[in-house]
C-alpha cells in the first residue's frame, strides 16, 4: 500500500515536469507527420515525430530533460523548405495551428505569441513609414510622430518581454530609428546602414533560429534587383563590416551560403566577388582546403575564361593547342552514365547540322574495356580516356558534379557557355 501511495504521489510531480507541443495542420488531408528537432548552432537533435489524426491533429511531451530554446517542426520534404521555428523556455505548452496558406498562428505559449505579435506591430509601422516616403512626405510632425511610435513599440515589447527567450529577437531585430527629419535618400542610406547594429552574430539562440540567415538573405537579395550588381556589393560591404569581430566560422557559414546562392542562381558576377572579396582569405586563414577547391575551380570555369588545360592525345596535344575548329563542346561524360548513353547518340547526329564545332568527349571511367567499345559508337568524336572516374583530376578542375556535363568553347577556348543539358545545349546551338 505504501507504494501505490507514493507512485500516487510521484506521477502528479512527473507530470508537472512535462510539457506538450500541440497543434493542428490543415487541410489534414495535407500532411502526415510532424517531426521535431532541437536546434542548435551545428547540428539539430531529433526529439520525436507524431503522426497526425484525420483532423490533423498532432501531440508531442516535451520531458523535464528538454532544455529550453529553439525547437523546429518539419511537415514534408524537402525538410529545409517545409518547417518553422518555435520557442520553448521549458516552462510552458505550446499549442498552434498551421496551414501553408496562412502560416503558423500560436494559440498558447507567451513567448511565442510575444515574438510574433512583435513581428506583426512592426509590420503595420513599417508599412506606415513605406507609405508617408511613397507619397513624398515631407510634413516633419508627421515623421516625428511616426518613428517615435515606432520607437516606443521597441522598447515595450523589450521590456515586456523581460526574462523571455523571445527579448533576444526583440532586441537583434531592433530597426534604425532616425532622431530628426531625414529624406527618402538619407533615411534609406542609414536604414541599411544600421541594418545589423544589434545583431550578434554569434549569440547561439539566434545561430539556432532562421533569424539570422532570413535576415541576412533579406537584406542581400529583398533590397537588391537581380540585376544590379553595384547594390549587391553595396549590401556586401556593409554586411562584412557588420560581421568584422564575429567568429571566423560565423563569417565563413554566411558567406558561403550567399555564394552558392549566387552560384545557384547562375550568377557568377556575384558569386566570384563573394570568394574573392572575402571567401578566399577566409577560407585560406580557416585552412579549409575544401571550400578553396570549390571557389577556384567555380572561379576558374565561369564564363569568359579560358578552360583548364589537359591533354587531349597523350604526349601529343593539348586543349589549349587545339585549332581545327572555331568552337568545342567539352563533354563529361561515362559509358556507365545511362544519361550520357541517351544523349550522346543524339548529340553525334546534332553534330552534322554545326561543322564548324568540335567534340571533346573526356570519358570518366573506372576501366577502359567498357569505354573502348562504347565510343565505337561516336567516331566523329576526339575521345580522351579518364580514368579514376570520380577520383580523376579533371572532376575538381572542371567542378564535374554529375555526367553528361557540358561546356561550350570558343576558338581560343574561352568557356562561353555551361548548358545543364542536352536540351540546353540544343537550344545555344540552334542559335548560332
Not at 532622431?179 to 545561430?207: G, I, M, R
Amino acid at each position: 500500500m505504501k507504494k501505490l501511495i507514493l507512485i500516487g504521489l510521484l506521477f502528479p510531480l512527473l507530470a508537472l515536469g512535462q510539457h506538450e507541443l500541440k497543434g493542428t495542420f490543415s487541410p489534414a488531408e495535407d500532411f502526415t507527420y510532424a517531426f521535431l528537432y532541437k536546434m542548435n548552432p551545428k547540428d539539430p537533435e531529433f526529439v520525436g515525430k507524431a503522426e497526425l489524426d484525420s483532423l490533423g491533429n498532432f501531440n508531442i511531451v516535451l520531458d523535464e530533460n528538454a532544455k529550453p530554446g529553439i525547437y523546429k517542426i518539419i511537415y514534408a520534404l524537402p525538410a529545409e523548405a517545409n518547417n518553422f521555428d518555435i520557442i520553448y523556455n521549458g516552462k510552458e505548452d505550446v499549442n498552434l495551428n498551421f496551414s501553408l496558406e496562412n502560416g503558423v498562428e500560436f494559440t498558447s505559449s507567451l513567448e511565442n505569441k510575444q515574438w510574433a505579435s512583435y513581428l506583426k506591430s512592426m509590420e503595420v509601422i513599417n508599412n506606415t513609414i513605406n507609405n508617408y516616403y511613397t507619397q513624398n512626405g515631407t510634413d516633419k510632425k508627421a515623421f516625428q510622430d511616426i518613428f517615435k511610435t515606432l520607437s516606443e513599440t521597441q522598447r515595450g515589447y523589450e521590456n515586456s518581454a523581460d526574462g523571455m527567450l523571445a527579448k533576444t529577437f526583440i532586441k537583434a531585430n531592433k530597426p534604425y530609428i532616425p532622431e530628426t527629419y531625414e529624406d527618402l535618400k538619407t533615411y534609406s542610406d542609414n536604414f541599411k546602414a544600421n541594418y545589423f547594429a544589434h545583431v550578434n552574430f554569434d549569440d547561439p539562440l539566434l545561430q539556432s533560429s532562421t533569424f539570422i540567415t532570413d535576415r541576412v538573405n533579406g537584406f542581400i537579395f529583398g533590397l537588391s534587383k537581380d540585376s544590379d550588381a553595384e547594390a549587391y556589393k553595396s549590401h556586401l560591404a556593409i554586411l562584412a563590416k557588420a560581421l568584422d569581430g564575429s567568429n571566423l566560422d560565423t563569417r565563413s557559414t554566411l558567406l558561403e551560403m550567399l555564394w552558392q546562392t549566387f552560384v545557384e542562381k547562375g550568377n557568377e558576377t556575384m558569386a566570384n566577388h563573394i570568394a574573392e572579396s572575402y571567401l578566399i582569405d577566409i577560407a585560406t586563414e580557416e585552412h579549409d582546403l575544401d571550400l578553396m577547391q570549390r571557389l577556384v575551380t567555380y572561379k576558374n570555369t565561369s564564363l569568359g575564361n579560358v578552360a583548364p588545360d589537359f591533354e587531349v592525345i597523350a604526349g601529343k596535344q593539348r586543349l589549349l593547342e587545339l585549332n581545327e575548329a572555331d568552337q568545342y563542346l567539352l563533354v563529361f561524360w561515362s559509358s556507365t552514365c545511362g544519361h550520357c548513353l541517351n544523349e550522346l547518340p543524339v548529340l553525334h547526329k546534332e553534330l552534322k547540322a554545326h561543322p564548324n564545332l568540335k567534340v571533346i568527349a573526356y570519358g570518366l571511367e573506372d576501366t577502359s574495356e567498357n569505354w573502348s567499345e562504347t565510343i565505337r559508337q561516336f567516331p566523329d568524336f576526339t575521345h580522351v580516356l579518364g580514368l579514376g572516374k570520380w577520383e580523376n583530376p579533371l572532376v575538381k578542375t572542371y567542378g564535374i558534379q554529375a555526367t553528361p556535363y557540358y561546356f561550350v568553347l570558343d576558338k581560343d577556348k574561352r568557356i562561353v557557355a555551361k548548358p545543364y543539358d542536352l536540351e540546353m545545349l540544343k537550344d545555344y546551338l540552334s542559335k548560332k
